[in-house]
């Protein structure tokens, strides 16, 4: 897999441009405005400081666009790993209403010390985190996607769900 370098460039009073160049030599860059609107860049090849098309999302457009990308390639990477490493298995749980956890930071619950399981990633309200970070804070019906061996995984559900 190629090493892809992401420029970021802060626009004052607009937000952030990200932007990329891609194998066949196309550069993509988004404008995250800070009302969560996005704008999807293609620029022109002939000119690449110039755009070709603009494309205006809005926030739950840009969630919905990134849902599709992101979640399916955590997908593939799963079924990948765990085509490499036999015994390694991946499962989703969901935390319950009554979960001790509701309202802990990862940093706090250590699930992968306490278990052996990796978190991969977290579904909440429609949402992808992928690798959230230690201060994410647990809440009732996240969907935590974890990664480890049976024995593992039994136990990062009994800590979500049993304490």
């Known amino acids: 897999m190629a090493q892809i370098e992401i420029n970021q460039e802060a626009l004052p009073g607009i937000g952030l441009r990200d932007d990329f160049v891609t194998e066949r030599g196309r550069r993509v860059g988004v404008i995250s405005h800070r009302d969560g609107r996005r704008d999807l860049l293609v620029y022109a090849r002939e000119d690449p ?54 309202g802990k930071t990862l940093n706090e619950v250590r699930v992968r010390a306490r278990t052996g399981a990796a978190i991969v990633a977290v579904w909440r309200h429609q949402l992808v985190t992928v ?28 800590l979500f769900n049993g304490g």
């Open 49 to 102: 400081d110039s755009c070709s098309e603009t494309l205006t999302l809005s926030a739950d457009e840009a969630d919905a666009l990134a849902e599709l990308l992101g979640t399916r390639r955590v997908v593939e990477r799963l079924a990948s790993i765990s085509e490499q490493v036999e015994s390694l298995q991946s499962a989703s749980v969901t935390v319950a209403q009554d979960s001790v956890l509701v």
């Open 131 to 158: 690798s959230p970070p230690s201060d994410f804070s647990i809440q009732a019906g996240d969907k935590f996607i974890l990664i480890g061996t049976a024995e593992a995984l039994g136990a990062a559900e009994h």
